[in-house]
């Protein structure tokens, strides 16, 4: 069992940073694949990105790579999501989720789910 907790949302002007964190209880942290998740209004939760056991190995999504920098602190039992260059579009509600095998884009591949940060980017 793995529960989540995000934080570091908030309100950003267009071209701002944030950095979102995602910590973790229980001993198996490192055990689990990561990813962050995001929902806008009115729009189905997103695939952003997600990394693997030891932080070696991170896809992103297209929308957000060069500008978004995944990380994990094993030692910590958090994740990190840098988010630089932010759009007005990148405003979504940003969930932290892990799954017990790598590489899914999916929601419903993830085995557990935090309760979400609010991101908002104004124009």
């Known amino acids: 069992q793995v529960q989540l907790v995000e934080s570091g949302g908030g309100l950003v002007q267009a071209g701002g940073s944030l950095r979102l964190s995602c910590a973790a209880s229980?001993?198996?942290?490192?055990?689990?694949?990561m990813a962050w998740f995001r929902q806008a209004p009115g729009k189905e939760r997103e695939f952003v990105a997600t990394i693997n056991w030891d932080g070696g190995i991170i896809v992103y999504a297209d929308s957000v790579k060069g500008r978004f920098t995944f990380s994990r602190d094993n030692a910590k039992n958090t994740v990190y999501l840098q988010m630089n260059s932010l759009k007005p579009e990148d405003t979504a509600v940003y969930y932290c989720a892990a799954a017990f095998t790598f590489g899914a884009i999916r929601s419903g591949e993830y085995n557990y789910w935090g309760q979400g940060t609010q991101v908002t980017v104004s124009s």
């Open positions: 229980g001993r198996t942290f490192s055990s689990y694949a």
